[in-house]
């Protein structure tokens, strides 16, 4: 672990972030007191992949409601 002040970490900002990707910790001081402290982050989970769940949607589904089916939705609802 790395103890760089201000000024020096703003110069040389590229090589402490190498340093923090091959796992190093870097501290930025300011008048030689820590203040912050770099670390790497874990890299993100993958994506989540769309279409997990098994089963398909019927197509029916973007046919227009039938009268009943529409006075059903616009009921009001009742716990």
């Given at each position: 672990?790395?103890?760089?002040?201000?000024?020096?970490?703003?110069?040389?900002?590229?090589?402490?972030?190498?340093?923090?990707?091959?796992?190093?910790?870097?501290?930025?001081?300011?008048?030689?007191?820590?203040?912050?402290?770099?670390?790497?982050?874990?890299?993100?989970?993958?994506?989540?992949?769309?279409?997990?769940?098994?089963?398909?949607?019927?197509?029916?589904?973007?046919?227009?409601?039938?009268?009943?089916?529409?006075?059903?939705w616009e009921k009001p609802?009742?716990?």
């Open positions: 672990m790395g103890q760089y002040n201000v000024q020096d970490a703003k110069t040389r900002f590229s090589e402490l972030l190498n340093l923090v990707q091959n796992g190093e910790e870097v501290v930025i001081a300011k008048a030689g007191k820590p203040v912050a402290r770099l670390v790497k982050i874990d890299p993100p989970p993958s994506q989540r992949r769309l279409g997990f769940l098994k089963g398909s949607v019927p197509d029916s589904v973007l046919e227009p409601m039938s009268g009943e089916e529409l006075d059903e609802l009742t716990s």
